[in-house]
């Protein structure tokens, strides 16, 4: 069994999220169960009814059963009619001053905590958890900071498991999918590619899922790509730059037939008749 190990403390074995963040999901557990014993309630927190005279116990329990009836969300808007000088009183706190909805708010972002989860990524837009401007540089948070670590730590563990010793092979994610809503960032890398020569536009189609063309095997550099020794030594025009990087290409195992025969009648023309 290949054991891909988080964050511990000994050495060992990881820590897993569930078990050491549990008293963040506990809270987070008993904030959701409060919330929906509100709603539940109709929204009204916990009151009492008080009487100017004592009350028996059949008379406590058929109160009971009548408030009973104008309890629940079911029962939200309903008037009860008090007899016997009885008389309601609330106990004044609302969700809003309980602060409920700031907890619950925290609560997620504490648990995207222990996971490395931006908020965003589950939905928590908030001004606080909005750090990207775009849908881009969110999924390029997302996998910088969230998915990268991990992948690397994987990468590394089947190497070390499965491959140590072996050269030939390795072990890398391609996470090229995950780029590709970031069309400016796409664009420049495979610009770079393509003038520097490392990439062809056959290899630029491949990851785009396009079908090749005919000559995109080609690999090419700029032509103004000029060594610093050579710099003012070098009077060749563009052109002639340009012909005879297009002639070693046609012709990698000689010169130009085409032009050695110019070349030769061009001297057979100007040789003095006898």
Known sequence: MMHIRGFGLDGMCGLMPMNTGRDVFGSAMA???????????GMQNS??????????????????????????SK??????VLEADLTYQSVTMNPEDA???????????????????????VGHMTKQSSWASSVEGMNLLFLSNTLRPLLVNIEQEIVRCL???????????????????????RSAYYTTALQNGWMN?????????????????????????TPLDQLGSDSTSGGE?????LESWLFPEGPNPLKSKASSTEQNDTEPQE
């Open 31 to 41: 904030i959701e169960e409060s919330a929906a014993k509100v709603f539940e309630n």
């Open 47 to 72: 009151g009492f009814l008080s009487s100017k005279t004592a009350l028996k116990a059949d008379q406590r329990e058929g109160l009971r059963k009548s408030v009973s009836a104008f309890t629940g």
């Open 75 to 80: 029962n939200a808007g309903k008037v009860m």
């Open 99 to 121: 602060q409920m909805l700031e907890s619950r708010a925290f609560s997620i972002e504490e648990i995207c905590r222990w996971f490395r989860v931006p908020p965003f990524m």
């Open 163 to 185: 491959l140590a010793g072996d050269e030939d092979y390795f072990a890398e994610f391609s996470v090229e999918g995950l780029l590709r809503a970031d069309s400016a960032g």
């Open 201 to 225: 536009r056959n290899d630029v189609r491949r990851l785009e899922n396009l079908p090749p063309i005919d000559g995109g095997d080609i690999y090419t550099v700029q032509l103004n790509l």
């Open 241 to 245: 730059k340009a012909r005879a990087a």
